[in-house]
């Protein structure tokens, strides 16, 4: 199948899952434990990834800053705009289109495999909007929650190295943190978090709704709803980096 091909039948399956739905009220509870799957399975990689990417971030940009005419502050602001603008969006979501993708495209490869999703369609019931759906508004919830979480974290861990280090002291690393914050920068990073968890979802989805086969076709499944989700999501990164800066 081209690549062509391949980008219609993934549109055709995201107009799938808004049409013909069933009643609003049976998608909260679904929506929820979606959630809580996405949440907190998630929480703990997460909060390991962030906390020391922020530490060796800080380690990293005051052993490159030498010269004595340039204030240690600047240590501060360079991890904040580094957070922001990339580790946490963008690094966060690479990391759980690993974690989420791979679960989100085994599950439903497991139920296309074993006939489930035959059979829910067979009851008059749109599979891909009664599966999916929930999948998609959970992710987009949960995963800009989980980049929050990592930007806080990455920042703790910075000023954790700063607190119990000798590269720089804590006011000052506070102080850069302060100095020169851009609102925008939040925006930017939410946009591109919300943008990324469309992705992991709708991709990951994707592949396990038209896997065919056996458990070796589930595992392949998951490996492409991996790959194909950090391409999008590295794509995305340049298309609103170009747009939004």
Not at 131 to 157: D, E, Q, R, T, V
Not at 170 to 197: E, M, Q, W, Y
């Amino acid at each position: 199948m081209s690549i062509f091909e391949d980008l219609g039948k993934y549109v055709l399956f995201l107009q799938s899952t808004v049409k013909n739905r069933e009643s609003l009220r049976v998608y909260p509870p679904l929506i929820l434990d979606e959630m809580v799957k996405i949440g907190s399975n998630s929480f703990v990689i997460v909060a390991i990834v962030a906390s020391f990417i922020g530490a060796v971030t800080c380690i990293q940009t005051a052993d490159n800053l030498v010269s004595p005419l340039v204030p240690l502050s600047v240590i501060g602001t360079i991890c904040r705009d580094m957070t922001l603008l990339e580790l946490a969006p963008t690094f966060t979501c690479v990391v759980l289109a690993g974690k989420v993708g791979s679960n989100l495209a085994g599950e439903i490869g497991s139920m296309r495999i074993t006939e489930q999703i035959d059979a829910i369609d067979v009851m008059g019931i749109n599979s891909a909007s009664f599966l999916i759906l929930p999948k998609i508004i959970a992710a987009c919830i949960m995963i800009p929650a989980l980049c929050i979480l990592a930007a806080f974290l990455s920042l703790m861990g910075g000023f954790a190295v700063a607190e119990f280090g000798t590269v720089i002291s804590p006011t000052d690393f506070i102080r850069g943190i302060r100095d020169g914050f851009r609102p925008f920068n939040i925006f930017f990073a939410l946009t591109k978090s919300f943008v990324f968890a469309f992705l992991i979802s709708t991709i990951s989805s994707y592949k396990g709704y038209f896997t065919t086969g056996g458990a070796l076709e589930i595992g392949q499944a998951s490996t492409h709803a991996v790959t194909n989700s950090v391409i999008g999501i590295l794509i995305a990164d340049l298309i609103l980096a170009k747009l939004l800066i």
